[in-house]
């Protein structure tokens, strides 16, 4: 069986985007999987795959590290049930994937950094605060959020133009079905969402809409993670 190392935090929330995009395509492709929780200072776990980050996933003798790896091998090793339909289908996901990672993801981290602190195993928080504080430039993650709920909600929002755009015209990214562009998009909501309640989206937002249709597929797989 797979082992999907996916990082872990208090109370076994599971917040990792890159996380959530392995566990989506694994249910695409419907297979199984065991988890193998890693809390933020257990990178011993994860050495064996010479990375510090997960998804990591043992696959027989198979191992592979970072998750548009881990979708490129998935979708090589299991052809059915295409992650990338289409002729043009991996450069799409590519794409997609380089926009969330370049785009949504930073609108967003700022927006929930405060209550992720809260949710991280206290064993891990000193790593998390000192790790952070160099990408932020403070330890007051607190002052970020705020001032990022205040300020920062529109330029998130703003950066989900494009997948607005197409959300107006068709049920998914991928089309009339969901595809490995749709699960690197949810991911970033599925961090959201195991980290806060704070709401980031208007419900007549066509991409309110679409966030409610992934979190229901794989039977409700994204809506039954312990969310904050």
Not at 46 to 55: C, E, G
Not at 133 to 155: P, Y
Not at 169 to 193: C, I, K, N, T
Request: aromatic share 12%; proline share 7%.
């Amino acid at each position: 069986m797979i082992t999907l190392y996916d990082l872990v935090l208090d109370g076994d929330r599971r917040p990792s985007p890159f996380c959530w995009r392995a566990k989506l395509a694994l249910r695409h492709k419907g297979l199984d999987w065991r988890d193998e929780p890693v809390g933020f200072t257990e990178k011993h776990k994860i050495a064996f795959a010479d990375s510090q980050l997960v998804p990591v996933i043992h696959d027989g003798t198979k191992v592979v590290k970072d998750s548009w790896a881990i979708a490129k091998h998935l979708e090589q090793a299991y052809p059915d049930k295409p992650l990338f339909p289409g002729a043009a289908g991996a450069s799409y996901a590519h794409f997609v994937v380089g926009w969330v990672d370049t785009a949504v993801h930073p609108a967003l981290f700022p927006l929930l950094v405060s209550d992720l602190y809260e949710r991280v195993r206290p064993v891990d928080k000193p790593y998390f605060q000192e790790s952070r504080a160099k990408r932020l430039g403070t330890t007051d993650f607190a002052a970020i959020q705020g001032i990022a709920r205040e300020t920062g909600v529109a330029t998130f929002r703003s950066a989900l133009e494009p997948a607005r755009r197409v959300l107006r015209e068709q049920a998914f990214l991928s089309g009339e079905q969901p595809a490995y562009p749709d699960y690197a998009l949810v991911g970033a909501f599925l961090w959201a969402r195991s980290t806060t309640p704070f709401e980031l989206l208007e419900p007549s937002d066509p991409v309110h809409g679409w966030r409610e249709r992934m979190l229901d597929l794989f039977d409700g797989l994204g809506r039954k993670a312990k969310a904050a």
